[in-house]
């Protein structure tokens, strides 16, 4: 029978025949790992050290001794592994038994919440969001400063005329026509990965490499010329990296189909990343209308600039927004990645094989009956600390961003504004590098209930051992999201193009006198892609967290999946044969 602890950890007795009934095993983050169930054994030969010692041992054989459709053999009553056949390489110069002491230490949670000071400073922060809200919102009004009501600026800042209620019922519903196609176009897409995994991979490599090529010339065109060569920077890194990318593919589509079959069982997951996604934009409608209604009460449109106070309002609701919209994100991640933990951990397989069709299994021995709540209420307790405490960092350089990019719009001096690009570029890659570096810390946060700062040493631990490996599945599995968020939105927004014609929308005369509805049209058109990408970055942030959680496991617990998913394992192995060595 399986319990919880008091701060939301799951504490399972596994059945014997996954080999988790041995004494003294707590269950999932408590006492991990279990004892070694191979101590009966003769010791691992030795290997003499070599250069690649440190990183990628020599390959070994593994042969199998159990059957290939049944569960593990048995020897005088304990499981005997795929690998004992053959003796196992010393990772990092340690001995077994050294490693087992240091892993034993590493991973057993304290129960107690984590980083508690920034969970108390992510509130109290709120509460002052809140009271500018009850201070400025009463006085809200939607007219411009001089008491007229101004028309809505469209692309490249044309003012949009105004228009009749017919016409702005056709314009919604070709909208929704392109967002129902958008919707439609997300359920196929995830369906043939599902099916497909490796061709799909494949080509949505590919078909990065075309698209950042297509967005380079496009912003060439438009003299965006730092962007354009990014673009082409991009594709160009695909395009050497191809050989090193290739071997991975397979990884990456065998973990992309198991973290679908995991979605497809718990639809919770998918309703995480809605409700994130709602919280994020009430939350930043209210800090903007907030803002909006402060402006309005102190700066005099006639007479002069804002005063200090209003700049200070300004920059304290930008920082909320990014601290708010960053720690909301993150903590769908962490709710995300203890789900895929569990499944990892606790639950049977449910593909039992490559040419399985059934996707779900009946009774899953080991996992909790709703996996996405008990999840999510670590997230946002003992966990919630230190979600907010790394993405505290990361909205502090998204605010000292925006100051950057202010001071190069109001500089009037060249050189001043050419060091303040190339200061906005450099912080830009270190924000993009501390975001990536906050996912695997975050899942590390999940999984084992770590502070911050512990789990961001770890991250760093296994960024040293499986750097490669970590870069090459983010971007495979980046560039799977980034085509299908492309294809979603794509197929939308010519969807509201169509439906658009139909209904007898102008899309091609731009004279203001004979169709003044013109820039509403092609306002429409990018609201549907837009919305086409937010459609599918639903689904894209499940697998985002699931495949990264999934590595995470992998690379720190390889032998947790030999005994609950053995077949599984068996086909991760073919492809990465490092798998035996745990970080």
Request: with cysteine; aromatic share 12%.
């Amino acid at each position: 029978m399986a319990t919880y602890d008091q701060h939301g950890g799951y504490n399972p007795q596994y059945p014997p025949q996954y080999g988790y009934g041995q004494p003294g095993y707590d269950g999932y983050g408590q006492g991990y790992p279990p004892p070694n169930p191979y101590h009966n054994y003769p010791p691992p030969q030795q290997y003499p050290p070599t250069q690649y010692s440190q990183s990628h041992p020599p390959a070994q054989p593994y042969p199998s001794e159990r059957p290939s459709n049944g569960p593990p053999s048995h020897q005088n009553g304990s499981v005997v592994p795929a690998y004992q056949t053959s003796p196992t390489p010393k990772p990092h110069g340690e001995s077994p038994e050294e490693l087992a002491g240091k892993k034993s230490e590493r991973f057993v949670p304290t129960g107690k919440w984590q980083d508690l000071w920034a969970l108390v400073l992510f509130y109290l922060h709120l509460a002052a969001v809140i009271a500018l809200a009850i201070l400025y919102l009463p006085g809200i009004t939607f007219t411009n400063m001089t008491g007229r009501t101004r028309p809505p600026t469209g692309p490249n800042g044309i003012q949009l005329q105004a228009i009749s209620s017919r016409d702005i019922v056709r314009h919604v519903i070709a909208l929704a026509a392109g967002v129902a196609v958008s919707l439609i176009g997300t359920i196929m897409y995830m369906t043939l990965l599902r099916k497909h995994p490796i061709s799909v991979v494949k080509f949505s490599f590919f078909a990065s490499i075309a698209l950042f090529v297509a967005l380079g010339i496009m912003q060439i065109v438009m003299k965006s010329y730092v962007a354009g060569v990014l673009m082409f920077i991009a594709a160009l890194f695909f395009i050497i990296s191809y050989r090193t990318f290739k071997k991975r593919m397979g990884l990456v589509a065998c973990m992309i189909q198991t973290v679908l079959d995991v979605a497809n069982k718990y639809r919770g997951t998918f309703v995480t990343s809605i409700l994130a996604l709602l919280i994020s934009v009430v939350h930043s409608v209210l800090a903007l209308l907030v803002m909006l209604a402060a402006w309005q009460k102190h700066y005099n449109f006639q007479t002069g600039p804002a005063e200090g106070r209003l700049i200070a309002i300004t920059l304290y609701l930008s920082f909320s927004m990014y601290w708010s919209q960053e720690t909301i994100r993150n903590t769908a991640h962490v709710t995300l990645s203890g789900v895929f933990a569990s499944f990892y951990f606790l639950s049977p397989a449910i593909r039992t094989g490559p040419s399985s069709s059934n996707g779900t299994s009946g009774q899953t021995p080991g996992m909790p009956s709703n996996p996405v709540l008990k999840s999510a209420k670590r997230a946002l307790t003992t966990s919630f600390g230190s979600v907010a405490f790394g993405s505290l960092l990361v909205a502090i350089l998204q605010l000292i961003r925006q100051l950057v990019r202010h001071m190069r719009d109001q500089s009037d001096n060249s050189v001043a504004a050419i060091l303040a690009i190339a200061l906005d570029c450099i912080l830009g890659c270190v924000e993009g590098l501390i975001e990536f570096f906050n996912e695997y810390a975050f899942t590390q946060v999940a999984i084992y209930g770590k502070p911050y700062v512990r789990a961001a040493k770890d991250t760093m631990n296994l960024f040293k051992i499986r750097g490669l490996d970590m870069v090459v599945t983010e971007n495979l599995t980046g560039s799977v999201t980034f085509v299908g968020g492309f294809f979603s939105g794509g197929i939308g927004a010519l969807a509201t193009f169509l439906a658009g014609l139909a209904l007898n929308l102008k899309f091609f005369d731009s004279s203001k006198e004979t169709n003044p509805e013109w820039a509403w049209v092609i306002l429409l058109l990018v609201v549907a892609l837009v919305m086409g990408f937010i459609i599918f970055g639903v689904g894209g942030v499940v697998i985002d967290s699931g495949v990264t959680t999934t590595f995470v496991c992998l690379a720190e617990e390889p032998e947790a999946l030999w005994r609950t998913k053995p077949e599984l394992f068996d086909r991760i192995r073919e492809m990465w044969p490092e798998i035996i060595l745990p970080v």
